[in-house]
């Protein structure tokens, strides 16, 4: 095999485990990353303290041998979500009630740590912290990168660039000038913010571990996820005007006790009332584009090509399956650039589409549909009928969560079981007819 020189942009979640599948195959990498090394960092502010991995992500690890060291150490089980009612009442949703499979809450720190570690285990494989890509010829491989603290530029060339530097990709910003790149991006009116519950005094989780716990409140919405020292990290998802119309520690405490009563207690009034403060909320957004690569040379993968909002826990389970589809695709291709990328895009956009669409879908449902009536009608038939025909009728949630099923087809066979739905709602209203017609021409 010739070996070719491979530039991967960003050290976040994505970008060096594609470092690691590429280094694999014996191509010379180099990862650069704007931010220090996180490793050496005492704190970091940022995004989502924890995430939910799930099968796509897991068999992307397994790959290259760090799925055990992640699931079995470093991660919390969570086998079903735990729904908060207004009165402090709570009950369990399986999320797999057949087979007891489980999704994971995982450190995005330490994931980001395991992944850096393992790709510099490569010795064809040299990280670059404090570079930040600003400037790029994707045709010619060209890069310039600015130190920050030295206030220097630097300029490197390499056979591909694969672009992994998140939402905001520098590396898209550059494929953006040219002909025949599609790109929409959408903001939803909900910012997000995140609090902690602390563990309880004496070492313990505060509330059921094992669980996501969810408090569902039409417009705003809480969803809290397992840390391993026994903390939560809980989400507040709110329309930024209602973010804005809490202005005062009293006003937070106020909102909590009318919506969140149960929720106080375990967060404490004063920390919520200091903590809430402590953070501005984040804005979420939802990136489509296509084609995906430069002739043989640029290539963008996770959020940089499909961030989505994470109301389906799957940008970063999607981001790690955009390697498993690369490094196969490289396998089938014998590592011909041009090809790979080519059929890379061919292959990707409807399922990185699909996904996007669903997450959309399904911030739209949690919004508008949760009280519907209809809809709640639907949402129990369609449970009877996975639990009549586990092997047939497969819930969207649990294809998109628990297979490798091409999000694109998922999206398909829940198009499908919609139209069994809708024609067993028709039919049970068209007996129901007859059955009143016959009723009453039985009594006249
Ligand atoms: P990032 O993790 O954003 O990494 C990009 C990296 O590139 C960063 O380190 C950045 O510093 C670097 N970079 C950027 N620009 C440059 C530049 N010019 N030069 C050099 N480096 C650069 N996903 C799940 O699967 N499950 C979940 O439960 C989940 N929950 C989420 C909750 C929230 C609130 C949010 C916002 C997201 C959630 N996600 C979840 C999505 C997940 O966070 C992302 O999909 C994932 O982080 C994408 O990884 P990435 O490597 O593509 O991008
Ligand atoms: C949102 C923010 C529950 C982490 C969608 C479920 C999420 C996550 C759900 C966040 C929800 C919503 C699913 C998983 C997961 C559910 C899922 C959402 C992890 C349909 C850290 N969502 N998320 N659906 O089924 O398939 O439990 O921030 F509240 S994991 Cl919005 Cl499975």
Redesign the pocket.
């Known amino acids: 095999m010739d070996e070719k020189k491979v530039a991967v942009?960003?050290?976040?979640?994505?970008?060096p485990l594609c470092a690691c599948f590429l280094a694999r195959r014996g191509h010379e990498v180099h990862l650069?990353?704007?931010?220090g090394d996180i490793r050496q960092a005492e704190h970091v502010r940022g995004?989502?303290i924890n995430?939910?991995?799930?099968a796509r992500?897991r068999a992307a690890l397994r790959q290259i041998g760090l799925e055990d060291k992640i699931v079995e150490h470093h991660a919390i089980p969570m086998g079903g979500r735990m729904i908060h009612r207004l009165d402090g009442s709570q009950y369990r949703i399986p999320y797999d009630p057949k087979n007891g499979q489980c999704i994971y809450s995982v450190s995005?720190r330490y994931l980001n740590e395991v992944l850096l570690t393992a790709a510099e285990s490569y010795p064809n494989v040299k990280l670059h912290f404090d570079?930040?890509?600003?400037a790029a010829d994707l045709s010619k491989g060209a890069m310039t990168?600015r130190i920050p603290d030295e206030k220097s530029e630097v300029c490197a060339n390499a056979d591909l660039i694969i672009g992994?530097?998140?939402?905001?990709?520098?590396v898209r910003r550059h494929m953006m000038k040219r002909p025949l790149f599609n790109f929409s991006q959408t903001y939803i009116e909900h910012g997000?913010l995140e609090l902690c519950i602390p563990a309880r005094e004496d070492g313990e989780f505060a509330m059921h571990p094992n669980h996501l716990h969810i408090w569902p409140r039409g417009t705003f919405m809480l969803i809290a996820?397992p840390n391993q020292t026994r903390s939560w990290t809980v989400?507040l998802f709110m329309p930024f005007a209602q973010f804005a119309a809490l202005k005062t520690p009293g006003d937070v405490l106020q909102f909590f006790g009318q919506h969140f009563p149960d929720v106080i207690p375990l967060i404490g009034p004063q920390r919520l009332g200091a903590d809430f403060f402590a953070t501005q909320p984040?804005p979420?957004v939802s990136i489509k584009c296509n084609p995906y690569h430069v002739g043989g040379t640029a290539l963008i993968?996770?959020?940089?090509a499909h961030?989505?909002v994470?109301f389906y826990?799957?940008?970063?389970?999607?981001?790690f399956e955009d390697c498993l589809l690369l490094d196969s695709l490289m396998e089938q291709h014998h590592s011909n650039f041009p090809l790979v990328l080519e059929q890379f895009s061919t292959t990707r956009a409807p399922d990185a589409e699909a996904i996007c669409d669903l997450a959309m879908y399904n911030y739209i449902e949690m919004r508008d549909l949760v009280n519907k009536r209809s809809f709640l009608l639907r949402k129990k038939l369609d449970s009877f009928l996975s639990w009549m025909f586990p092997e047939t009728w497969v819930p969207l949630y649990s294809s998109v969560t628990f297979s490798d099923m091409p999000y694109h087809r998922c999206v398909q066979n829940k198009d499908w079981q919609d139209n069994v739905i809708h024609r067993c709602v028709a039919m049970a209203v068209a007996a129901a007819g007859v059955g009143i017609t016959v009723g009453a021409m039985a009594w006249f």
């Open positions: 942009i960003g050290g976040g979640l994505v970008g650069y990353e704007f931010r995004r989502s995430l939910a991995l799930s992500g995005r570079h930040k890509l600003v990168f992994a530097d998140g939402a905001f990709s520098s997000y996820l989400t984040s979420l993968i996770g959020d940089a961030a989505m994470p826990g799957q940008g970063m389970n999607a981001g």
